[in-house]
């Protein structure tokens, strides 16, 4: 990195070579990049997706609406390889022109209705289904709050703190320090909350907490970006780490997160879901959360 400051351009320009490990899937325009369809499955919902921390919250939630006994949440989790590209073929356009997973086809109704944007598509899910989202007003409220508080908040952990601590180019004080900060104080702000409550909305678990989880409670676990949790001293939201450790034990919750995975251990990889049976290989031992 260079000692001389920064000067922007009049009219900044693309370049190709600039953004560090995701340079190449990166861009300043949207739309398809190649014709392709997206595969369909047997089941009402098709979700195309990944096993980032946004694309576990659908799986997460898919498969705790099944284990309460909801035969029309049977899905088909198809991979979308975003270091590939997969997200900009014209199909997955069709079905979120943004470009990012995870996205969501619901085949049970007519037409087929698209979902995109993982708040989206839990909330949409909790209300069809009628489960882990509240029903009276005020804790419905208290449930929405935490939701829209995960997708204000998780970029500042992700796009800020993570990708320049570990996937910049180089490691730059001043954005590591400026995030660092931001992500300690969102910590703060969940244990804080979790000293008075259980859950994120109150004494039950809902989609605010399925939203949060894979962000904060992987960050909380020590599974994101490297060797973060000793940087941020997660141990030391003592909440925060009895709320992950619960949610993590959740049987949903194991399965949910595999789904979609490719990287880390083959034992807690699901590449692709199209039947309940696509777990039965994987023992209770081989999906405890690390």
């Not at 979902?115 to 419905?140: H, N, T």
């Not at 879901?273 to 031992?285: I, L, N, P, S, V």
Request: with cysteine; hydrophobic share 35%; glycine share 10%.
């Amino acid at each position: 990195m260079t000692d001389a400051p920064y000067t922007p351009p009049k009219v900044w320009t693309w370049d190709k070579e600039n953004g560090g490990k995701f340079a190449s899937i990166n861009r300043p325009i949207a739309g398809p990049t190649h014709d392709k369809e997206l595969p369909v499955g047997k089941h009402p919902l098709q979700l195309y997706s990944l096993a980032t921390p946004n694309g576990q919250k659908v799986t997460i939630l898919l498969e705790e609406l099944l284990a309460r006994g909801h035969s029309g949440a049977e899905y088909d989790a198809w991979l979308i390889k975003i270091g590939d590209g997969d997200q900009f073929s014209s199909g997955f356009v069709q079905v979120n022109p943004n470009s990012k997973i995870p996205a969501l086809l619901d085949r049970s109704v007519n037409p087929p209705q698209r979902v995109f944007e993982s708040g989206s598509i839990l909330l949409y899910l909790a209300e069809k289904f009628g489960e882990f989202i509240p029903k009276d007003p005020a804790g419905r409220t208290e449930c929405l709050n935490w939701l829209f508080w995960q997708m204000g908040s998780a970029p500042y952990l992700g796009g800020g703190f993570g990708h320049f601590y570990a996937y910049a180019p180089e490691k730059w004080e001043y954005p590591i320090n400026r995030f660092a900060m931001e992500v300690k104080r969102q910590m703060d702000v969940l244990d804080r909350r979790l000293a008075e409550t259980e859950y994120l909305a109150g004494a039950e678990y809902s989609i605010a907490d399925i939203a949060v989880w894979p962000w904060y409670g992987g960050l909380a676990n020590g599974v994101l970006y490297g060797d973060s949790a000793t940087f941020l001293d997660v141990d030391s939201y003592k909440n925060v780490q009895r709320w992950t450790k619960a949610i993590g034990a959740r049987p949903a919750v194991k399965l949910g997160r595999i789904v979609n995975r490719i990287s880390g251990d083959l034992s807690t990889q699901l590449h692709e879901r199209h039947d309940a049976g696509d777990f039965e290989t994987k023992t209770q031992d081989k999906l405890e959360a690390k």
